[in-house]
């Protein structure tokens, strides 16, 4: 208290103490920025990874995360770590169809949501193509699609859903090469199979692009948000100084 | 301190939305004409303010200024802080247009109530009962709205210790920077525009005597 009574006794110093102090208030402050909380998820080979933060600085540590299906019911819950992350296994969500809703509590009324499109879940983690067979993608599958192809018809969990042509021509395939090669579905997977490792890298490339983006989006206010708010500000007032104005002038 | 949007029941929202309804009703027609441009410049610093980082804990904590809104203003601080909340939704992204209500509630009724409370002191010759009054109106303000966001989580159904506890926790730093910066600021205005604490008469007597050897040591220089 003694150093205030001595600042305010000395009224010419005191505006400049306190513009000093305000700036370097400012100075210490303003590398943080948004206070808002953001979530992040993305999948990252058979995990998916939750990211929560409240700048590029500031991580949303210890914080709880749930992923909910698309009907709302609630597939996990965790917290995210001293970075912000929450990692967890695809397998911990057990089998997903559709998109995820991953939401982040930071507690006191902070709260973000995520949507992982299934597509994206689809992408690094290949589901096994309905109606096939309930075998998941073997790694090899793809490259030799020919040698499967003989098997799938003769199968005994064949599904109906296969075409009829397909189960005639089938297993002569292989010993008449004049025949057209009509196995549809074992072809279908194989591709489906091939065309997903091969754009894995792209998704994932296109996943890396939208965090850049939501990154540099959620940076925080920029100065022309800054000027404009201020700027409505000082609108409302002159609206607010002209009615009463007019109030006035006929009182 | 602002509740995002989606978080907080439809009875609590509804609360918080008639409550400040009401709020800003009475401060507007309280507003003076004279008073309209410092309301516009304490919105300002309120939605400035917001900006300025305290980085503490897990979550992330910043400048509020809502006490010192409800010191200077009284009531028209619910418009003021009505406007900055307003701006800082649609810009910023803080809180959400939907829990307007709630959060303007939240933050400018400790304000407006610790703001009346504390104001009567600010006349005061004694320096010390004058940085008292700034400190627990700047300070309190912050812990008041904090215990209004617990409240608010409550009833929406959040356990009240932990969301105490994280609220209180998170805002003890703030709210002896918003003390101290209050106390700053009313000292600031004392010497400069006395009239903008509404004490023109009693400061202006007790400010003419000690301020008469200042002015003319002022015209000397």
Redesign the interface.
Known sequence: MTSLIGISRNNASLPRCLLVACALLVLWCGAAAGHKVNVLAYVEGDQVVVEGYFSAKAKAMNCQVEILDAQGTKLYEGRTDAQGMCRLPMSALGKVSGDLKIVLHAGMGHQADYVLRASELAASAPAPPKGVDKKPVQEGSANRPESRAPDTPTSPSEPATVSSAMQTAGPGQTHSPLAPPIDVAALTKALEGAIDRKIEPLVRMLGQQQKMLMEQKDRGPSLSDIIGGVGWIIGIVGIAAYFRGRKRTRM | ????E???SAPVLAAGAVLSIAGVGIGLKK???EK??E??VL??VF??A??????IG???A?LVLSGLCGLLLGWAAFPAIF??LT??AV????GGLT?LGANTFNMAFPAVLLGLLCRRFLGSSN??VR?VAAFIAGGGAILLSGLL??A??VFTGESFV??AK??LL?HVPVMVIEGLLT??AV??I???KPEILGFTAKIRDGAALK?SS?SQQ?DGN
């Open positions: 301190m602002h509740i995002s989606g978080v907080l507003l003076d004409y309209i441009p309301v516009g919105a300002s939605f400035i917001s900006l300025i980082h305290v980085p897990p979550s992330a910043h406007v900055g701006l800082q810009l910023f992204q803080y829990a320096a010390a940085g966001v617990a608010s989580l932990v969301a994280l609220t998170a106390i700053f000292e600031f004392r010497g400069l301020n200042n002022g």
